[in-house]
């Protein structure tokens, strides 16, 4: 229908039409013809039809709501007060018999015998590689001491043992190396 070529009637057809609808014989037609009133119903009903009602609940669905609302705003309250309690929470954990540090390190025993022996013969000693050698293991024998005070009495950390186990094994390696240039 939007798609139809739109026309525009001229003045003179609208003149006519005007003077047709003005024409006696009309307009005695239209007072002879009978008038009706129609019941009062179908006025109630075409106000009705012109103004919607606002719907009203009920008083016990107005309880309904309500006891919907108290119920998400406890539920909210409830979950947000789980989320803020503490737990408490223990394991038990096993050492490693291997892991723990054993009472005798015969490593600062043989780097003191080492030391004793460069007093008497300091000709080997003052040899570059064997300062070297021991200027590594006193940085080692640092970080042993290092690892020793931070693992503590109670050796809880296996990453610190591990550790220490690989600074003590570079330890003996360099005391190796170090009596074989005695």
């Known amino acids: ?38 019941d009062g119903r179908i006025w109630e009903n075409i106000e009705a039809d012109l103004n919607p009602k606002i719907v009203k609940l009920k008083p016990w669905r107005w309880v309904a709501v309500a006891a919907s609302i108290v119920l998400v705003i406890g539920l909210g309250f409830y979950l947000n007060y789980q989320k803020t309690q503490p737990t408490i929470a223990y394991s038990e954990q096993k050492m490693d018999s291997q892991l723990l540090l054993q009472p005798s390190d015969n490593s600062d025993a043989d780097y003191e015998t080492i030391v ?20 590594e293991l006193d ?16 050796n809880t950390e296996p990453k610190l043992m591990a550790q220490l186990a690989q600074v003590e094994l570079q330890k003996s390696e360099i005391l190796k190396k170090m009596t074989t240039k005695i």
Do not use: H
């Open 116 to 135: 004793a022996f460069c007093k008497e013969q300091t000709y080997v000693c003052e040899n570059p590689e064997f300062r070297s050698l021991k200027v």
């Open 1 to 38: 229908m939007y798609n139809l070529p739109e026309y525009e009637p001229s003045d003179e057809v609208w003149n006519k039409i005007n003077t047709e609808l003005n024409n006696d014989i009309l307009r005695k037609g239209i007072s002879q013809l009978p008038e009706y009133e129609p």
């Open 139 to 154: 940085d080692l024998q640092a970080a042993s001491a290092q690892l020793k005070e931070a693992i503590g009495e109670y």
